[in-house]
């Protein structure tokens, strides 16, 4: 039996899903979607019959919190964490859940919302030495919609590590988290989404507090149609956001990656770089917002992208947008290529007797090595468990 | 406070170069629902050929189709039906300046046009709402081969060359082109003949006379092989109170190894509202560079787009945009990459104050086949209140391995170094923000013809005129 805060908001979602659409364009006539929102629209709305585990639990890395199917078990909690169910919460802590996202703002966030299987609240109250990981698991034979929830919350002062992995191994997991970050905290974020053959949606949302940071790391491997969106709020006064991402795009895959840093603090600072490869058939896009509000004045925002387009077939978008609504600011400034491989490099590793596809091969090596090295060393072990299944995954393309 | 800067728009209004709207009597008005009737009607009152009929109602047919643009930066729709959609000035064509009326004579004058004729251009076509007024073209462009006269009557002279690119370079994809195609009036038509230099630019210049009029002025340039020219749209209006709409088409084709430059300069008053629809298909090794300046207005878009189809062929695009009181001016470039060893370059430079919000808005698009494709993208903005905004949105899609597709932008306040070394010359703050402001442009402008740079700076000094009293 559900909380009744969680009843009503399914309620509300279930309503608005047939009144609203999947995006809004409001854009110019050659610009198109950069989703195949269809792609969702073949992921069925979930009913247990439908959902049947098919394989082997995701377990590379020891869990803190592991959803498999949208069902909650408890692993490695560090101390001064706590992990609540979210259908065990009361309207007080209810009530804090999909806060700061808005559920009217398109079709695939009502739909997540008005099927939400399960999901946590998590206070992290004290710091903690170890990461604590939530693996999001979906696993079952059926194309059907999977979502769970994550409302994170970390008190003043924090030192922490989270990482968060969805790992796709059927089965269309959609997934939204909040993170809240108390006054002059620190939070490492690890962010894996691992693709596979139906589509994904993820939308994360940290939400900064005064004089807080955050240092994101996020890989996105493969994913038929894997929409993965991450907003940082910057609304604490001199808050921080260090964010580096790697979209790897092998086979067929599309990846719509879109992070967006919104300054709303005053002197507050953002850094995001996304790299990404698009290999055999894949379609990889990097959207990217640096935005600076009126009352964000002197902050500043730098926003970088590359993709490497690795082959005839393979294809590469950018978007990469900055806005600034004040005079008042520091710098706002971004940089974007999709590029093949370059050429003098190519040459010089040809020269030494390497052939195309090892060329390729030693660009993405290149690439990973530039993402896993930038890891927080809290992530010493994550970092060895992903070097292994990118190298998995980059070699069996 | 570092980069306040507080101006009386109402005072600094570029429009100042016209002055108050002088009225301007029309011999024919059409105005209402846009209706097959009324198209027809228009197309009767041109004398036009049964085929441009039927292209214009095709057109209509594709207005009433699709939908509003969601896109724009305005509260509501823009209310077509009270706008006077056809006005023909009471106006005989004139052959020379002498001719005109009076009051269209000093507009011209204040734009500086004589002297320019004169001077550096090889022929002037003027347009005064939906008509052309003045048409002034030099002996040695007949001696050359090429055609320059107004569009309606190349539509009547010349139907089969006009017929081959009318509406092909830039058919009715969206609301605002077919509106133009359907209601078109005005503009130019220019035919460069094979292995012709046209050594000094034709001129196409637009007024507005008053509020509440629709202005859809077509022009059509086509350059031939190994030819080259240089074409430039002036576009003014008087200071008036109300809206005035200019829904504009430049289609250019540009044959085999031809360059042409193409320049755009809007110096529109408050009242305006503007959509330019530009675009050139470019051949084999051809090239084209558009330069353009805007000042004024209240809403201003404008995508200068460059098609490369043909090997080798390459485009610039160059924009500068002053966004000065409540006003949203969005200066973009599009460039679509479609045979291989094409290039681009982009470059968008934009202050806003007062308010004002200055966007670019770009699409880089390179089809699969397109083998090394270049292309680069930049765009600075100046923001120099805090009421001011500049926004930078450009899209990437790159479809081709060997292309390089790269973009960088920045957006900041005046440099403080520059300020400060300005100032320990003996600047007041205010004339040393002015010249930096001047500078930024400067670094775009030094591609116009010398004449213009004057004229523009002219402009973007009374623009800035509270500002610090330069000029």
């Not at chain 1, 399960?118 to 992290?124: D, F, M, N, T």
């Not at chain 2, 005129?465 to 330069?470: T, Y």
């Amino acid at each position: 039996m559900s909380a009744k805060w969680l009843v009503e908001l399914r309620e509300r979602a279930r309503e608005l899903v047939p009144k609203i659409p999947y995006q809004q364009i409001r854009d110019s006539p050659s610009v198109k979607y950069y989703t195949d929102w269809n792609a969702f629209e073949r992921c069925a709305d979930p009913n247990p019959a439908m959902i049947t585990r098919a394989g082997p639990v995701f377990d590379l890395v020891e869990p803190g919190v592991a959803v498999v199917n949208g069902y909650l078990s408890l692993g490695k909690v560090p101390s001064g964490v706590r992990v609540l169910d979210l259908e065990d919460l009361g309207d007080e802590y209810g009530s804090l859940v999909f806060k700061s996202i808005d559920i009217n703002e398109s079709k695939a966030l009502a739909r997540h919302v008005a099927n939400l299987l399960g999901g946590a609240y998590v206070e992290i109250a004290e710091s903690i030495d170890e990461p604590l990981r939530i693996i999001v698991n979906t696993n079952t034979n059926s194309q059907v919609l999977i979502p769970t929830h994550y409302t994170i919350a970390v008190n003043d002062g924090v030192r922490a590590s989270l990482g968060l992995y969805i790992v796709n191994n059927g089965g269309c997991p959609s997934t939204t988290a909040e993170v809240y970050l108390g006054k002059g905290s620190l939070l490492n974020l690890l962010v894996i989404s691992m693709g596979d053959s139906t589509p994904e949606f993820t939308m994360l949302r940290v939400i900064t507090n005064e004089n807080s940071s955050v240092v994101a790391r996020s890989l996105l491997i493969g994913g038929s149609m894997n929409h993965h969106r991450e907003d940082y709020l910057l609304q604490g006064v001199g808050s921080r956001l260090n964010h580096l991402g790697l979209e790897v795009g092998v086979g067929s895959s599309r990846i719509d990656y879109q992070v967006n840093a919104m300054h709303l603090g005053e002197g507050s600072s953002s850094y995001s770089r996304v790299l990404g490869v698009a290999r055999d058939r894949s379609f990889v896009i990097h959207r990217a917002l640096g935005r600076i509000f009126e009352r964000a004045r002197w902050s500043d925002t730098n926003i970088e992208g590359k993709v490497f387009v690795l082959n005839e077939g393979a294809y590469a978008a950018s978007v990469p947008v900055i806005m600034v609504d004040t005079g008042d600011v520091n710098g706002a400034r971004h940089s974007a290529a999709d590029a093949s491989l370059d050429e003098d490099q190519v040459n010089y590793l040809r020269l030494r007797g390497f052939g195309k596809d090892e060329v390729i091969d030693l660009v993405l090596y290149e690439v990973a090595a530039q993402f896993l090295d930038s890891l927080p060393e809290d992530f010493k072990l994550d970092r060895e468990v992903l070097r292994r299944l990118l190298m998995s995954r980059l070699g069996q393309s | 406070m570092p980069g306040d800067v507080r101006l009386d728009i109402a005072r600094s209004d570029v429009s100042g170069m016209l002055g108050a709207a002088k009225p301007i009597t029309w011999d024919v008005t059409i105005k209402g629902r846009i209706t097959r009737d009324m198209v027809e009607e228009l197309s009767r009152l041109k004398g036009e050929p049964d085929w441009m009929r039927r292209l214009r109602l095709r057109a209509l047919e594709m207005f009433e189709k699709q939908p509003w643009p969601n896109w724009l930066p305005l509260e509501g729709t823009i209310d077509l039906e009270s706008l006077v959609l056809y006005a023909k000035p009471r106006v005989e064509r004139a052959r020379s300046m002498d001719e005109l009326p009076r009051e269209l004579r000093e507009y011209y004058e204040a734009l500086r046009v004589p002297e320019l004729e004169a001077k550096v251009l090889s022929g002037v076509i003027g347009q005064v709402d939906s008509e052309v007024v003045y048409e002034s073209i030099k002996k040695e462009l007949e001696r050359l081969g090429v055609i320059a006269m107004s569009m309606d009557e190349a539509v009547r002279k010349y139907p089969d060359l006009v017929k081959q690119y009318f509406a092909k370079v830039f058919p009715p994809e969206y609301k605002f082109a077919s509106l133009n195609i359907a209601l078109w009036s005005g503009g130019v038509f220019v035919y460069v003949p094979p292995n012709t230099h046209v050594k000094m630019p034709l001129e196409l210049v637009i007024l507005i006379s008053s509020a509440g009029v629709g202005q859809f002025e077509h022009s059509l340039i086509v350059v031939g092989e190994n030819s080259s020219a240089e074409f430039i749209v002036a576009c003014a209006a008087p200071v008036f109170t109300g809206l005035s709409l200019h829904d504009g088409m430049t289609e250019v084709y540009v044959h085999r190894n031809a360059r042409v430059r193409l320049v755009d300069l809007k110096n529109w008053s408050r009242g305006v509202i503007y959509f330019g629809n530009n675009r050139a298909i470019i051949e084999e090794g051809a090239s084209v560079d558009w330069l353009s300046g805007s000042l004024g207005g209240k809403v201003t878009i404008v995508y200068p787009m460059s098609v490369l189809r043909g090997v080798g062929s390459r485009t610039t695009i160059t924009s500068v945009a002053l966004a000065n009181g409540p006003t949203w001016k969005e200066e973009g470039a599009k460039v679509f990459h479609t045979a291989p060893h094409t290039y681009s370059k982009v470059v968008s430079k934009g202050v806003s104050l007062n308010g004002g919000t200055s966007v670019y808005r770009g699409l880089v698009y390179v089809r699969e086949g397109a083998k090394y494709a270049k292309s680069s993208v930049s765009c600075e903005s100046l923001v120099l209140d805090e009421k001011s905004k500049a926004y930078t949105i450009p899209h990437e899609q790159v479809f081709e391995e060997t292309a390089i597709v790269t973009h960088e932008a920045y957006t900041g306040r005046l440099s403080e170094d520059k300020l400060f070394y300005l100032r320990s010359r003996g600047l007041s703050e205010e004339e040393a923000r002015s010249l930096v402001v001047l500078g930024y442009f400067h670094d775009v402008m030094v591609n116009l013809p010398v004449e213009y740079v004057s004229i523009f700076n002219r402009a973007i000094e009374l623009e800035l005129s509270r500002l610090g009293g330069v000029g």
